[in-house]
């Protein structure tokens, strides 16, 4: 039988606004990268992101927010929007991103029907605090401890290339084992000229075997999804990382970067003989 890949498309829906200083981050306002800055993506131009990643296969939908954390006017912009999208397209399984997050506001969120929350591990523990000040490693374990208690589908990950050794990577990949999510989206930093971080010093060779790695230590997550930084780390041989274990992808535009036309993904897919899977 085909291997069966889920696609997943994010749409930005308040972009550039954050004031941590999370160093790979673009969106932080503190270097002022030369990025798209808005406090509401317009509903209209959501809806109809909605309706083309449905249109493309796209079975998760994810509202993110660029913020450390949910307050109470970003839960309430994040529910609206989250009924709006059931409504109009209810073919996709909503996912919201959107920083730390109390048990109490997830529930807020699940009740808007959102399925599942994604908050990354980023990197490890002991790296953390080399790559953000304002914030701990340990509030972002907490979070994800809180999407488990609030029964929602977690989705946990991180980035690669930001500097780590293969020790902090291994530890990263461990604890977020320890949290059992249903995915575990890995990035690849795609530097920006604004930020201090060293560009990525991985080669694709390294990358896939980083994929390999992470299934092998999460071996219970449903999916380990390749997101940002696909085209850029892996170029041409993006068909090799579903060999490596990977079985879903950010389809479309990243978060601040483009993305490939989401057509030649899926006829990437074709040629491999992968199916695109209907649902969860
Ligand atoms: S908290 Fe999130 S949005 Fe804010 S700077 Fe860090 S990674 Fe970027």
């Given at each position: 039988?085909?291997?069966?890949?889920?696609?997943?498309?994010?749409?930005?829906?308040?972009s550039?606004t954050c004031?941590?200083?999370?160093?790979?981050?673009?969106q932080?306002?503190?270097?002022?990268?030369?990025?798209?800055?808005?406090?509401?993506?317009?509903?209209?131009?959501?809806?109809?992101?909605?309706?083309?990643?449905?249109?493309?296969?796209?079975?998760?939908?994810?509202?993110?927010?660029a913020?450390?954390?949910?307050?109470?006017?970003?839960?309430?912009?994040?529910?609206?929007?989250?009924?709006?999208?059931?409504?109009?397209?209810?073919?996709?399984?909503?996912?919201?991103?959107?920083?730390?997050?109390?048990?109490?506001?997830?529930?807020?969120?699940?009740?808007?029907?959102?399925?599942?929350?994604?908050?990354?591990?980023?990197?490890?523990?002991?790296?953390?605090?080399?790559?953000?000040?304002?914030?701990?490693?340990?509030?972002?374990?907490?979070?994800?401890?809180?999407?488990?208690?609030?029964?929602?589908?977690?989705?946990?990950?991180?980035?690669?290339?930001?500097?780590?050794?293969?020790?902090?990577?291994?530890?990263?990949?461990?604890?977020?084992?320890?949290?059992?999510?249903?995915?575990?989206?890995?990035?690849?930093?795609?530097?920006?000229?604004?930020?201090?971080?060293?560009?990525?010093?991985?080669?694709?060779?390294?990358?896939?075997?980083?994929?390999?790695?992470?299934?092998?230590?999460?071996?219970?997550?449903?999916?380990?999804?390749?997101?940002?930084?696909?085209?850029?780390?892996?170029?041409?041989?993006?068909?090799?990382?579903?060999?490596?274990?990977?079985?879903?992808?950010?389809?479309?535009?990243?978060?601040?970067?483009?993305?490939?036309?989401?057509?030649?993904?899926?006829?990437?897919?074709?040629?491999?003989?992968?199916?695109?899977?209907?649902?969860?």
């Amino acid at each position: 039988m085909d291997k069966e890949i889920f696609l997943c498309s994010i749409c930005n829906i308040n972009s550039g606004t954050c004031n941590e200083d999370c160093k790979f981050c673009s969106q932080s306002v503190r270097y002022k990268a030369d990025i798209q800055r808005y406090k509401h993506k317009p509903l209209e131009d959501i809806l109809k992101e909605a309706k083309n990643a449905r249109d493309n296969g796209a079975l998760g939908f994810c509202l993110v927010t660029a913020d450390k954390g949910l307050n109470d006017k970003t839960l309430k912009f994040v529910c609206d929007v989250a009924k709006a999208v059931q409504e109009e397209v209810p073919e996709l399984r909503l996912i919201a991103c959107n920083g730390t997050a109390t048990l109490e506001q997830l529930l807020i969120l699940k009740e808007s029907g959102v399925k599942a929350y994604n908050h990354n591990l980023e990197t490890s523990k002991a790296f953390y605090p080399q790559i953000c000040t304002t914030h701990s490693w340990e509030e972002r374990y907490e979070t994800c401890q809180n999407v488990n208690k609030a029964e929602m589908v977690l989705i946990t990950g991180g980035i690669f290339g930001l500097g780590e050794t293969q020790e902090d990577r291994i530890s990263m990949l461990e604890a977020l084992n320890s949290l059992n999510p249903t995915s575990v989206p890995i990035n690849f930093y795609h530097h920006n000229e604004a930020l201090e971080l060293q560009p990525n010093p991985l080669n694709a060779d390294e990358a896939l075997s980083l994929i390999k790695l992470t299934r092998e230590t999460i071996p219970h997550a449903q999916r380990i999804m390749v997101a940002g930084g696909r085209d850029l780390m892996f170029g041409e041989r993006q068909n090799e990382i579903f060999a490596h274990g990977a079985n879903s992808i950010v389809i479309g535009n990243y978060l601040t970067t483009s993305g490939r036309i989401m057509s030649k993904d899926l006829q990437m897919l074709k040629s491999l003989h992968l199916s695109v899977a209907k649902k969860v």
